[in-house]
């Protein structure tokens, strides 16, 4: 079967780094989504990686190894505003996403 | 100006009841989607529909029907409505069939309670 693995929920202070981690086993590989959702709102795109390495976008950046089927996303200089659900996606074979059930970061002041 | 629109954001109705939410896009991409986003937060897809044409059709009961009157519309009706059809339905749109870099754009997501 298709799986998604991320950690249920993270917590960090404000100002500093955090690596959220999502593990996938899926039919086939063609590019791996991180999405931001706020409580009670629609998720948004934050990065795709296809290509193995890590892909920095401002404070946020996104690593993807897909010989070990992992990818991590990187928040730098967290701020109360990055309080979130972050969730991982893998478009498999047929271009199905595929969604993790996402990580809840919560930022402590 | 709303990329991704739906209608109504909260919903409320009794069991065996028959409701439609209705999604609309004006960023003239091809491809809508339903999700439906349970308790557990998985985002599952419903309905993908490229031009009007259904694309994939999850194992979803069948009395979940889309209809997509052109390609900036794509509507969910429900039939006979169940407990377990409470969750949020979110509405997405992107530039093309093939999800390659296709980043999806949400709507802000219809809450939908059975009684």
């Known amino acids: 079967g298709q799986n998604i693995d991320q950690p249920t929920e993270m917590t960090a202070t404000e100002g500093a780094i955090v690596q959220i981690n999502c593990t996938y086993q899926?039919?086939?590989?063609?590019?791996l989504f991180w999405y931001q959702q706020h409580a009670g709102e629609a998720p948004t795109f934050l990065s795709y990686?296809?290509l193995d390495g890590l892909e920095e976008k401002g404070r946020f950046s996104s690593f993807l190894s897909r010989s070990k089927g992992y990818s991590y996303l990187l928040l730098k200089e967290l701020q109360m505003k990055d309080s979130a659900s972050y969730l991982c996606?893998?478009?498999?074979?047929?271009?199905?996403?595929?969604w993790g059930a996402g990580t809840k970061l919560i930022i402590k002041p | 100006d709303t990329a991704v629109s739906q209608t109504p954001k909260y919903l409320v109705t009794q069991m065996g009841n028959d409701k439609s939410i209705k999604c609309e896009q004006n960023?003239?991409?091809?491809?809508m989607y339903w999700y439906k986003q349970d308790s557990k937060k998985f985002l599952k897809i419903m309905f993908s529909?490229?031009?009007?044409?259904?694309?994939i059709n999850e194992t979803v009961p069948n009395r979940f029907s889309p209809k997509s009157p052109d390609k900036a519309h794509l509507n969910l009706h429900i039939n006979s409505l169940e407990l377990g059809d409470s969750a949020v339905y979110f509405c997405?749109?992107?530039?093309?069939?093939?999800?390659?870099?296709?980043?999806?754009?949400f709507g802000p997501g219809t809450r939908l309670t059975v009684l």
């Open positions: 996606a893998v478009l498999d074979s047929n271009y199905q996403l595929i």
């Open positions: 899926t039919s086939g590989f063609n590019g």
């Open positions: 990686n296809v």
């Open positions: 529909y490229n031009n009007k044409e259904l694309i």
């Open positions: 997405a749109s992107s530039p093309q069939t093939d999800f390659s870099y296709n980043e999806q754009f």
């Open positions: 960023l003239g991409h091809d491809t």
